[in-house]
């Protein structure tokens, strides 16, 4: 396992050359090698959705895909989300309707949601929920979180 | 009972302002303990064997492995009760010499990164002589079963028993006898962030800093500094941004001792973040329960006498510092709930198995006591051709204060008007025309109701009353004025999501009239914060609260005094808001910001009459109170797959005062979608051999968006007067109500098969397998 890879990965923007093992995952390497923490670990097995990043434009599970996998792919993190001082509206709707309480899962959601919305602009109420059913939270209970993302989803088919 | 408007007489208390504490967390700026870089990463060798003797633990030669024989000077976790013949039980660190249930650390292996760690702890190789497991609560206390534990006789750690007196009178004179013999499978709290501590240690200092996943840092500190023998002065404990905790990150971890006794020999930073696999195996269960129960109504469907036996299957060890006396205990004292009977006779056992060991999750017990003395009321509603509700209104409390045959007060209490608000929501006869006219068709829709109350807000007596050699219950909170105007609150209180950094800041505001954007709320580090117990049972905006508010006042006083001093006006011609001072029906004023520079650096104006500084420190215990609500679940069931779909829900809620509508509201929303999980999803498995089958969240399944329906939430507010902020609090109620509901309402939709599901999760084979049982499937 000591053969290790040099690859570069593109994390909002900024490229990050590193040298890491063929087994290393995305999200391993996003926190520990680039020092973005922000994308949380809580499965590591592809079910909770805590890990969620935006890859070449879709969202994915970023313990479920190797860095290697990623690298010259344009990599989105919960950190790029604002422009600047400016929010997103995505992270405007989770303050506004209470989508967070302990914000661990938050970032994951939040990616989800944009990846998901940017894709597909006028998808329904009830597609939604089904998109929102793939990542887990344990606070909300989901409420405020679908409650959140319709609300960016009206301002973001606005703008 | 006084009516309140939201919002009258106050500014900041009612509002829902959004929370001081999400800009951070919605940008990734959160800072978690797995976030933090540490120079060696542990991983711990875990037992596959339930139960056993280790015979041998072999690394690779010179690698760096902790065994049992290094913590030798260590002591065992090993917390006390001093009632209910509680047998005290050690556990230690690693595992030394015998192995108890399956994910039991052995050993500790640590190497320069998670992978390296994880790579060698994989070499170890530990073999284990099997003995019998057991792993279900009412085996495990079969005469000749092995013993968990030498000192413990039949496995029994703890027992509680009560017999009121004329018990056996009352109960002869028994109209009809139901009986529910409930039985609730073991769960995980399963935060969304696992656990994790990073043990830092400081050259300097010879301090150690304990970064860790808790929500008591303070017991963390003193219990690691008693285990290891060294003054809490060499510990520093802080509790960083924690990922959802309900209750499971309250007991203390033997790995965070193993880190910082490590850090220590290393002189150096070690740390380790828990996978999911140990957090679903290893960390700590609750739930299990079985609970026989019998109910004696007189003519009228009155409850006359209860009658319970409890076993709760513990596990292998006593958590700290509750006890595992806490499930069964809470149990036997709660078990009678919102319904007025005097007879009762009750025995709660606690039960050592080859299991994970149980420890506190939100609603500790009630919501298994709940589920069962809800069936029961169903039960009797249907043996006396009633409404459940109208049975419930037969039984519930409704004249205060009411002592239970416990003797808990109930100092007030809205059981039956928070039910009729349901009622009247959900529309009942309207629902039961659907109800018939959707079983003409084959589909079959199902009503459910559960009515409990919430004990909150309990100070050091209510702890107390259950013997423990460690007594929780007041709050402490330091608060200060600096000279720049802008106020901080340090707090004892540990909150991991439920808002209190925005509504204790709202309690502070009101009193002193500053905008709660310039009030800081510190807690988690044991240098920063004062000694407190942490956030846990449903008490933190209570106790940290009511302490909140006393500091606050005293402030306030002193910022009048201050006022009436450079202002030159009697003190009660002075008011405070939005940031100054102000001398009523004048424009003379004197911003706060102005006298908080005066009492650091101009105190020689207020002439030896004012003490400098602008600093108070606020303490409180109370007695505690009940919030309550009635839960209403409307399911649909498919009798082909046993599949349960939860229609609607429906929570009418009574917590006194609510400080932040939105955050009260997010509170019950995840404590129902838990409840929801819990009676229909999630369970923790264990096969004979004591190996756990749910070991992921594939297994293990928490619910998702597509379970939890829209719920909808009525409230009233009831200002309490055993509370001086007149808040009840309401953190754990979602949860407790919840699995009631959704059960009674499965019964309710398959009541024409005369089946009566009485085990959670209720799983759709469960369903099936009661459906065939009934011989009336088609």
């Not at chain 1, 990616?111 to 344990?138: K, Q, T």
């Not at chain 2, 349960?644 to 005062?657: H, I, N, P, Q, S």
Request: proline letters at 5%; hydrophobic letters at 40%; charged letters at 20%.
């Amino acid at each position: 396992m000591s053969d290790k890879l040099d690859i570069t990965l593109n994390i909002n923007g900024r490229d990050y050359a590193i040298r890491v093992e063929s087994r290393r995952t995305l999200v391993d390497a996003i926190r520990e090698e680039c020092g973005q923490t922000g994308t949380h670990i809580g499965c590591e097995h592809g079910v909770c959705g805590a890990c969620t990043v935006i890859v070449a434009g879709e969202p994915v599970r970023s313990c479920l895909m190797f860095a290697e996998q990623a690298a010259g792919k344009p990599i989105r993190t919960v950190e790029g989300l604002a422009t600047g001082d400016t929010m997103h509206p995505m992270q405007r709707a989770f303050m506004e309707n209470h989508g967070l309480q302990c914000g661990f899962c938050t970032p994951g959601f939040l990616m989800l949601a944009v990846g998901v919305l940017e894709r597909e602009p006028e998808i329904s109420d009830e597609d939604l929920v089904d998109v929102l059913s793939s990542n887990l939270c344990r606070c909300t209970g989901y409420q405020n979180i679908i409650k959140a993302v319709r609300a960016a989803a009206a301002e973001m088919r606005r703008s | 009972m006084t009516a309140h408007t939201r919002g009258s007489g106050t500014n900041w208390v009612g509002r829902s302002i959004r929370r001081l504490e999400d800009p951070a967390l919605v940008t990734g700026q959160g800072r978690f303990t797995a976030d933090l870089p540490a120079v060696h990463w542990v991983r711990f060798v875990r037992s596959s064997i339930a139960a056993g003797k280790i015979q041998s633990i072999e690394a690779p030669p010179g690698a760096n492995i902790i065994t049992a024989s290094d913590l030798r000077a260590l002591k065992p976790i090993r917390p006390v009760l001093s009632k209910f013949n509680y047998v005290p039980v050690g556990q230690p660190i690693l595992a030394d010499g015998v192995v108890r249930f399956t994910g039991e650390p052995i050993a500790a292996a640590y190497a320069a990164s998670k992978d390296q760690a994880e790579d060698l702890a994989d070499q170890v190789e530990v073999v284990i002589a099997e003995t019998t497991a057991l792993v279900d609560g009412p085996l495990a206390l079969v005469e000749g079963a092995p013993l968990v534990h030498a000192e413990a006789a039949g496995n029994v750690i703890v027992e509680g028993r009560v017999r009121t007196p004329g018990f056996d009178e009352v109960w002869r004179s028994a109209h009809k006898v139901l009986r529910v013999d409930a039985r609730s499978r073991r769960q995980n709290a399963a935060p969304m962030e696992a656990r994790a501590g990073h043990a830092a240690y400081d050259p300097a200092t010879g301090r150690v800093t304990l970064t860790c996943t808790t929500q008591m840092p303070h017991l963390t500190r003193t219990a690691v500094c008693d285990i290891i023998g060294i003054p809490e002065a060499e510990l520093r404990v802080i509790a960083p941004d924690v990922g959802g905790g309900f209750g499971q990150k309250m007991s203390l971890a033997v790995e965070y001792v193993l880190l910082v006794w490590l850090a220590r020999r290393l002189r150096s930073s070690v740390a380790w973040t828990e996978d999911r696999r140990e957090n679903l195996i290893a960390s700590f269960h609750s739930r299990d329960q079985h609970i026989e129960l019998e109910g004696a109504f007189d003519a009228g469907g009155k409850l006359i006498a209860l009658s319970a036996d409890i076993i709760a299957n513990i596990g292998a060890y006593s958590c700290f510092p509750t006890t595992c006396g806490v499930e069964p205990l809470m149990a036997l004292a709660e078990l009678p709930g919102p319904y007025d009977v005097s007879a009762y006779n009750c025995r709660a056992r606690g039960v050592l198995t080859h299991t994970c060991p149980m420890a506190p999750y939100r609603g500790v017990s009630r919501p298994v006591i709940t589920f069962a003395i809800e069936r029961l009321m169903d039960k009797a509603a249907a043996a006396f051709g009633i409404e459940p509700t109208e049975l419930r209104r037969r039984n519930l409390i409704d004249k205060f204060p009411h002592t239970s045959p416990m003797g808990l007060m109930f100092d007030d209490g809205t059981y039956k008007e928070t039910m009729e608000i349901a009622i009247k929501a959900v529309d009942l006869p309207a629902f039961r025309k659907q109800q018939q006219v959707a079983r003409t068709r084959g589909r079959y829709l199902g009503i459910g109701f559960a009515t409990f109350s919430e004990r909150t807000g309990y100070g050091s007596p209510a702890f107390a009353a259950r013997g423990m050699e460690i007594t929780p219950g007041w709050e402490t909170v330091h608060l200060t004025i600096d000279p720049s105007g802008f106020v901080e609150a340090r707090i004892g209180a540990s909150p991991h999501g439920q808002g209190l950094r925005t509504t204790l800041a709202q309690i502070i505001a009101d009193e002193i009239g500053i905008d709660p954007q310039f009030i800081k709320v510190v807690h988690g580090d044991t240098d920063r914060s004062p000694y407190g117990w942490g956030t846990f049972a449903s008490r933190s905006l209570v106790l940290s609260g009511g302490a909140s508010l006393i500091a606050a006042q005293k402030i306030r006083a002193k910022l009048i005094k201050m006022a009436s001093h450079m202002l030159e006006t009697a003190p009660e011609d002075i008011t405070l808001k939005s940031g100054s001072a102000h001398v009523i029906g004048t424009d003379r004023s004197i911003a706060i910001a102005t006298m908080a520079r005066a009492a650091y650096h101009q105190t020689h104006i207020f002439k030896g009459e004012i003490e400098p500084g602008l600093t108070e420190t606020g303490t409180y215990d109370p007695s505690g109170t009940f919030s309550n609500a009635c839960h209403t679940a409307i399911v649909e069931v498919d009798i082909d797959t046993g599949r349960v779909e939860v229609k609607k829900f429906l929570v009418a809620e009574d917590a006194g005062l609510i400080i932040n509508p939105m955050i009260a509201d997010g509170q019950v929303h995840g404590g129902v979608a838990q409840g929801i999980g819990n009676a229909l999803l999630e369970e923790i498995i264990y096969d004979e051999t004591g190996n756990i089958l749910t070991s992921t969240l594939a297994d293990f399944l928490p619910p998702t968006a597509r379970e939890i329906p829209e719920l909808e939430l009525h409230h009233l507010e009831t200002l309490t007067g055993n509370t001086i902020t007149k808040a009840k609090g309401l953190g754990e109620g979602g949860a407790i109500g919840a699995p009631a509901a959704v059960i009674n309402a499965i019964n309710d939709a398959l009541s024409s098969f005369g089946v009566s599901i009485d085990e959670m999760p209720a799983t759709p084979q469960r369903i099936r397998a009661a459906l065939r049982s009934s011989g009336k499937l088609r």
